[in-house]
């Protein structure tokens, strides 16, 4: 497994982290450790790709980039 933390653009409210919880919770081989109002932190099987986690907070409506 490997950590991937995000930031995530546009969240404002608990309904925002909700929402982006339940797209990564959706995601095979992704396990949520932490969403907050602009942030994400999940656990990731190595083979799956981290463009595809930013693609399901992409698909909830927000804007999303691995941090470094």
Same mark, same amino acid.
């Given at each position: 497994?490997? @950590? /991937? !933390? *995000?930031?995530? @653009?546009?969240?404002?409210?608990? %309904?925002?982290?909700?929402?982006? !919880?339940?797209? *990564? $919770?959706? /995601? #095979?081989?992704?396990?949520? #450790? &932490?969403?907050?109002?602009? =942030?994400?932190?999940? #656990?990731?099987? &190595?083979?799956?790709? =981290? %463009? &595809?986690? /930013?693609?399901?907070? $992409? ?7 691995? $941090?470094?």
């Amino acid at each position: 497994m490997k @950590e /991937v !933390t *995000l930031r995530i @653009e546009n969240m404002h409210c608990g %309904a925002c982290v909700r929402r982006v !919880t339940q797209a *990564l $919770e959706r /995601v #095979e081989g992704v396990k949520v #450790e &932490e969403v907050r109002i602009g =942030a994400a932190r999940v #656990e990731a099987s &190595e083979h799956r790709p =981290a %463009a &595809e986690i /930013v693609k399901a907070v $992409e698909r909830a409506g927000y804007a999303a980039f691995v $941090e470094q």
